[in-house]
């Protein structure tokens, strides 16, 4: 017996070609795939002789060619393997900014404004009178011609330095943010993919900066073993290893990226799921996964209470739920000043991006 699967109608789904349907799967597989496009694409024929997702007009062979032309995807000429290109890797960050950012639409946040008027540039209906070292681009002129009149009469026109009238503006805050990534091997434990929406996240939030925020800056810090630097365009690729959780080596990578940043304001995000298990001494590793050490638990508030004494805040974004895992994220924000948000997998993207949006809001004046 045949069975029919009813779906709501969605007239924008309808709107795409098979092309574009495909495309939207092919670039959500990517994510999962840690951007191995022949995985993907061997993911995606599985799919669709299952669920039936081409038909005998357009098939995944047509799909593929059309990756090729359209500048997704590369072929070696030498092994014929297939790779992702700039566009490919710049689309997947794209659609990780509309996935998790499109959610918040509605919040009456997400502007870099801040609640008090300032030597900004971005101007606002408010207006005031024109006060010395004022900038001429500000005078609102149509308001300072009506003073005019109204003080002067229309018959007699002229204007005075009291006539003159000001549109406020907004101060835009300039943010230097470094984005850390636990890749420790906990992160894939126990069946559940806690890397895959860590990447998504960190994809988004490089994709809202460099395109929305490009006077601020993001550095992007992974953290097992050892810890390291990697570039935007790396986020696709990214893997969890058979790693242990070096914290300090993480937080040591991130304060000197922003001692390099001339920004007033910095702030580290961590994305992580587990305690701090390990520290490199005078070239060796120093391990220990059965609860909290001290060795390793000191040394880590130690840089908590670094980075506080120069003000700069660590927003811990814990994705487990066990008790005396929070119970450290609770202690190391308290010697930091800093924020802990528990979050779902869920939840994640709009935790972090909430949280940028609301640290860019500084009273300047």
Avoid at 46 to 56: A, E
Avoid at 194 to 222: F, G, H, N, W
Avoid at 329 to 346: H, I
Wanted: with cysteine; proline share 4%.
């Amino acid at each position: 017996m045949q069975g029919y699967i009813f779906s709501k109608f969605n007239p924008k789904e309808n709107d795409k070609t098979p092309f574009q349907k495909l495309l939207d799967l092919f670039m959500q597989l990517l994510g999962l795939t840690s951007g191995d496009a022949a995985e993907a694409l061997n993911w995606l024929t599985q799919l669709d002789k299952k669920y039936k997702l081409t038909d005998k007009d357009y098939g995944i062979g047509d799909f593929i060619e059309d990756l090729k032309e359209q500048g997704y995807l590369k072929e070696d000429d030498m092994d014929g393997s297939y790779k992702l290109t700039a566009k490919s890797e710049q689309t997947i960050r794209k659609r990780s900014l509309d996935e998790i950012f499109g959610k918040m639409k509605k919040s009456k946040q997400g502007s870099h404004r801040t609640f008090k008027t300032g030597q900004g540039d971005e101007p606002n209906p408010e207006t005031r009178p024109y006060e010395f070292g004022d900038s001429p681009e500000s005078i609102n002129y149509t308001g300072s011609l009506k003073n005019a009149f109204i003080n002067h009469g229309i018959e007699s026109l002229y204007m005075h330095q009291d006539d003159l009238e000001i549109h406020e503006t907004d101060f835009k805050a300039q943010t230097s943010t470094v984005l850390m990534i636990d890749i420790s091997h906990s992160m894939i434990l126990y069946g559940e993919d806690r890397i895959t929406p860590a990447k998504k996240v960190a994809m988004a939030l490089s994709e809202l900066i460099t395109t929305r925020y490009p006077k601020d800056t993001l550095d992007i810090v992974v953290f097992g073993n050892d810890a390291w630097q990697i570039e935007m365009k790396d986020l696709p690729y990214l893997e969890v290893g058979p790693y242990h959780t070096n914290t300090v080596a993480g937080l040591e990578l991130s304060m000197e990226l922003l001692r390099r940043r001339k920004n007033p304001n910095k702030q580290i995000f961590m994305i992580t799921d587990g305690k701090p298990t390990c520290l490199k001494i005078d070239g060796k590793y120093y391990k220990n996964s059965f609860g909290i050490d001290s060795k390793i638990l000191n040394r880590t508030l130690n840089l908590a209470g670094q980075l506080r004494r120069q003000k700069i805040p660590v927003i811990t974004f814990m994705i487990a739920d066990d008790p005396y895992l929070q119970s450290f994220v609770r202690n190391f924000t308290e010697v930091n000043g800093g924020k802990a948000f528990y979050s779902s997998l869920d939840g994640l993207g709009n935790y972090i991006f909430e949280d940028y949006e609301r640290n860019k809001r500084k009273t300047v004046k």
